[in-house]
């Protein structure tokens, strides 16, 4: 056996044994969620209301959905328009680009807890906003928005320059160029990222505690305090008094978080079907 077989065969081993291990381990952390979770769910733990005696875990899901929500409807429009500058308008090879995709670089890596602190600070206290749904929103949008930027412009500078050269062939301006042409070609990438920042959104507990807080119920404004899926699993997780509980509202973000996805990619799917025949 020649040196570059063997080197391929290694290579071709060790791409095998890693994606074994990886599915692996995430169907063993997927079945212990499940496992130890599915028992705990009872009617009560879906009561509207929150008490210590059911501790429904509703109100969370509810908050959570209009978290995800808000928080998009804030950096999904923020994102894309700001990575259509870059791609469409900005000169190509601008020292603004440059310093633009570095520091959205930089803070996709931030912890969240520093986001947390932040929002705590600013919006929280010298916004005087609150520990509010509105606060845990705007905090979680800044933490997306590089997220959404960068796979938008990935996407949009993957498109090929002669959709363009022939849409301005034809007369068309840049702007009916870039919204008919090259966002519905690049449809796919930025919904892929809106997922990622949806994912993200419905998983994060540190930013929350500091800026939504902790109030197990349904707002009726988005200046009341707000208590997600995940940090409600937090809070009674830290307790120690509802394991089962627990679990179960583990099982239960699990399961939104995948559906979320599903359906995410379901609707990707079918603008891509739709835009390519």
Same mark, same amino acid.
């Given at each position: 056996?020649?040196?570059? #077989?063997?080197?391929?065969?290694?290579?071709?081993?060790?791409?095998?044994? %890693?994606?074994?291990?990886?599915?692996?381990?995430?169907?063993?952390?997927?079945?212990?969620?499940?496992? #130890?979770? &599915?028992?705990?769910?009872?009617?009560?733990?879906?009561?509207?209301?929150?008490?210590?005696?059911?501790?429904?875990?509703? @109100?969370?899901?509810?908050?959570?959905?209009?978290?995800?929500?808000?928080?998009?409807? &804030?950096?999904? @429009?923020? %994102?894309?328009?700001?990575?259509?500058?870059?791609?469409?308008?900005? $000169?190509?090879?601008?020292?603004?680009?440059?310093? /633009?995709?570095?520091?959205?670089?930089?803070?996709?890596?931030?912890?969240?807890? &520093?986001?947390?602190?932040?929002?705590?600070?600013?919006?929280?206290?010298?916004?005087?906003?609150?520990?509010?749904? /509105?606060?845990? *929103?705007?905090?979680?949008?800044?933490? &997306?928005?590089?997220?959404?930027?960068?796979?938008?412009?990935?996407?949009?500078?993957?498109? @090929?320059? !002669?959709?363009? !050269?022939?849409?301005?062939?034809? %007369?068309?301006?840049?702007?009916?160029?870039?919204? $008919?042409?090259?966002?519905?070609?690049?449809?796919?990438?930025?919904? *892929?990222?809106?997922?990622?920042?949806?994912?993200?959104?419905?998983?994060?507990?540190?930013?929350?505690?500091?800026?939504?807080?902790? /109030?197990?119920? /349904?707002?009726?404004?988005?200046?009341?305090?707000?208590?997600?899926?995940?940090?409600?699993?937090?809070?009674?997780?830290? !307790?120690?008094?509802?394991?089962?509980?627990?679990?179960?509202?583990?099982?239960?973000?699990?399961?939104?978080?995948? %559906?979320?996805?599903?359906?995410? *990619?379901?609707?990707? $799917?079918?603008? *891509?079907?739709?835009?390519?025949?």
């Amino acid at each position: 056996m020649t040196n570059r #077989k063997r080197s391929a065969l290694i290579a071709r081993v060790l791409v095998y044994t %890693g994606t074994l291990l990886t599915l692996a381990l995430l169907l063993l952390m997927v079945g212990y969620i499940l496992v #130890k979770g &599915i028992p705990g769910l009872s009617p009560e733990l879906f009561a509207w209301e929150y008490n210590s005696e059911n501790v429904s875990l509703m @109100p969370a899901l509810v908050n959570t959905l209009l978290m995800t929500v808000l928080s998009l409807l &804030i950096a999904a @429009p923020l %994102g894309i328009f700001a990575a259509v500058y870059l791609t469409e308008y900005a $000169k190509r090879g601008s020292r603004l680009v440059g310093i /633009v995709r570095i520091t959205a670089e930089t803070l996709s890596g931030i912890p969240s807890i &520093i986001y947390g602190l932040f929002g705590l600070l600013f919006f929280v206290t010298s916004l005087g906003l609150g520990m509010s749904l /509105v606060s845990g *929103a705007l905090t979680l949008s800044i933490m &997306i928005l590089p997220v959404i930027m960068r796979a938008t412009e990935e996407a949009l500078l993957a498109v @090929p320059g !002669e959709y363009r !050269e022939g849409s301005f062939g034809l %007369g068309a301006g840049r702007l009916r160029t870039v919204f $008919k042409v090259v966002m519905p070609s690049a449809t796919p990438g930025i919904l *892929a990222g809106i997922i990622l920042g949806t994912g993200r959104i419905v998983g994060e507990t540190a930013a929350l505690i500091y800026t939504a807080g902790t /109030v197990a119920q /349904v707002p009726q404004s988005i200046f009341d305090s707000a208590r997600t899926l995940s940090v409600h699993l937090y809070a009674l997780a830290s !307790e120690g008094l509802y394991n089962n509980q627990a679990y179960a509202t583990a099982a239960v973000l699990l399961v939104t978080v995948v %559906g979320i996805n599903a359906l995410s *990619a379901y609707l990707a $799917k079918r603008v *891509a079907r739709r835009q390519y025949g």
